[in-house]
């Protein structure tokens, strides 16, 4: 089993760095998609380990957005996390802003989900429940071919990220919508308590 700082002990490092709760909600889809995907994935015994990555892959954007992956590093050693965790949140930022290449089959889905849970989230708010449980994969198809919907969200890291899988695009698409309902409800019931 991989070691990782508590989930208490991630979630103030995240909240030290990051006010926003655009940020804050990020990060908890994140950590929620990636518990979803060690179990999916046959990893369930290292989930806390994949959520942890998750909840705190993007520490550092917020107050260093011109350093990110950069100064994560030291941010997360001074929180005691390991060097495996340090790297594979690093990773997700490989040949975007960093050059930690994503090796483990972990760093390889959250590089391909991270961006994906935005270009998701986005596409949820647009719709009449503002939810994911009741989307399509047709329809975030759609939004996914449509340039101007979610312009910030990179279709080619994206792609790149499904390839790194060796899976289909459409996989990559339905699963982290799968992902991102296991977690919606607990996700928006802790922003709801942290005032957010």
């Known amino acids: 089993m991989k070691e990782c700082i508590s989930r208490d002990a991630a979630l103030a490092l995240l909240r030290k760095y990051n006010a926003e709760p655009f940020h804050v909600l990020h990060g908890l889809t994140v950590e929620g998609t990636m518990r979803w995907y060690a179990n999916e994935l046959g990893y369930g015994e290292d989930a806390d380990f994949w959520a942890t990555v998750g909840l705190l892959h993007d520490v550092d954007f917020e107050k260093w957005p011109e350093e990110h992956c950069v100064k994560a590093p030291e941010l997360l050693k001074e929180a005691n996390c390991s060097d495996e965790l340090i790297h594979a949140v690093c990773s997700h930022g490989y040949g975007i802003c960093c050059d930690v290449k994503p090796e483990a089959e972990m760093e390889k889905v959250l590089f391909a989900a991270d961006e994906l849970t935005g270009l998701i989230g986005a596409a949820a708010r ?11 994969l047709s329809s975030l198809k759609k939004k996914f071919k449509d340039k101007k919907f979610a312009a910030g969200c990179s279709r080619d890291i994206i792609r790149e990220g499904a390839e790194n899988l060796g899976w289909e695009l459409d996989d990559l698409l339905e699963k982290t919508i799968q992902a991102m309902r296991s977690c919606e409800e607990s996700v928006n019931a802790e922003m709801t308590a942290l005032g957010l």
């Open 126 to 136: 647009m719709r009449p429940s503002k939810s994911v449980q009741d989307m399509e």
